[in-house]
């Protein structure tokens, strides 16, 4: 077998989608891409089509937590994507059901704008803890800051306090740069050292939107193919549950991260090695249109 990740050729990609009927699409770095996430990675709408139009069901699903799930559905309408809005699952969304699931009936605290500064609130004991307030969800925020680092560690406190966090994810890739933007997961970093408690973390790699999709719609694990462009999110989630992986190179990984992984003797690296990439998810149609050369040449 060749060094994991393999090259994609027609032939694999025909056999792994004989062996697949769901498919799950991250969505930034794979789908659409730039700091708004509004410049859509050419052909990535025709794909999701091409795959439903096999009878493949395709869902998209990211870690981004700037958006509603009415917002999602807009954004994908907008960029080309023909996809039901119960066919996207965004951690917040997860997060969301969680709640529900387990019946919550407190309050929540989403880090929120402070007026005045609080770090003289915790000596004067005027920090205005709610009291109803029963968990912490945090996420992408770009305005965070000392007082929200302060007041969410100040609920943390309480062991009976619910630490939630969307993703961990640690950059967002602006195309056409060397620079990157922090996402979530430094932030969550942030409030998980200074809390001295570990989140529960609600989108990949966590296994919840698996779960989800086994419960809602029979997804099985070796029957989906997961596509994504990062590592320690969606091929970890993927080979955790023992998915078909496929790694883009359109987004935050290198393919030469992923080689370097297969020599990596820590286990949980070894869990991040996808088994095939491509370049960007449009490769898919190229190899779909890939006239079957051989044969054609032979019968010429
Ligand atoms: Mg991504």
């Known amino acids: 077998m060749d060094?994991?990740?393999m090259t994609m050729d027609r032939d694999s990609l025909q056999q792994l989608l004989g062996e697949i009927d769901t498919v799950l699409l991250d969505c930034d770095g794979v789908l659409w891409q730039?700091?708004?996430?509004?410049?859509?990675?050419p052909r990535a709408n025709e794909v999701v089509s091409r795959l439903q139009a096999m009878g493949k069901n395709v869902f998209l699903i990211t870690n981004n937590s700037t958006r509603t799930q009415d917002s999602y559905h807009e954004k994908c309408r907008s960029l080309g994507f023909n996809v039901d809005q119960d066919h996207i699952l965004s951690a917040p969304y997860i997060l969301a059901q969680y709640l529900k699931e387990i019946d919550f009936r407190k309050k929540v605290y989403v880090p929120e704008?402070?007026?005045?500064?609080?770090?003289?609130?915790?000596?004067?004991?005027?920090?205005?803890l709610d009291p109803n307030v029963g968990a912490v969800a945090v996420g992408f925020d770009?305005?965070?800051?000392?007082?929200?680092?302060?007041?969410a560690t100040s609920y943390l406190a309480n062991p009976e306090c619910l630490f939630l966090a969307t993703n961990t994810d640690k950059k967002y890739v602006v195309t056409g740069t060397?620079?990157?933007?922090?996402?979530a997961g430094i932030l969550v970093n942030a409030i998980e050292n200074a809390s001295s408690r570990p989140p529960r973390v609600m989108g990949k790699p966590s296994l919840n939107m698996l779960y989800m999709l086994?419960?809602?719609?029979?997804?099985?694990?070796?029957?989906?193919?997961?596509?994504?462009d990062t590592l320690d999110t969606d091929i970890l989630l993927g080979n955790e549950c023992g998915m078909w992986t496929v790694l883009v190179l359109s987004g935050v990984t290198t393919l030469?991260?992923?080689?370097?992984?297969?020599?990596n003797q820590d286990p949980q690296k070894q869990k991040q090695v996808p088994l095939f990439y491509l370049q960007s998810v449009a490769d898919i149609l190229?190899?779909?249109?890939?006239?079957?050369?051989?044969?054609?040449?032979e019968q010429q």
């Not at 730039?34 to 990675?41: E, F, S, T, V």
């Not at 190229?286 to 051989?294: F, I, Y």
């Open 3 to 5: 060094s994991l990740p």
């Open 34 to 41: 730039g700091a708004q996430g509004m410049d859509l990675i």
């Open 113 to 128: 704008k402070v007026e005045g500064s609080l770090y003289n609130a915790v000596a004067q004991g005027t920090l205005g």
């Open 142 to 151: 770009r305005d965070f800051n000392y007082d929200k680092l302060l007041r």
């Open 178 to 183: 060397r620079h990157h933007l922090p996402a």
């Open 214 to 228: 086994q419960a809602r719609y029979n997804v099985q694990p070796e029957k989906t193919l997961i596509i994504g």
């Open 256 to 263: 030469q991260e992923a080689r370097q992984l297969t020599t």
């Open 286 to 297: 190229t190899l779909l249109d890939e006239p079957v050369s051989n044969q054609v040449s």
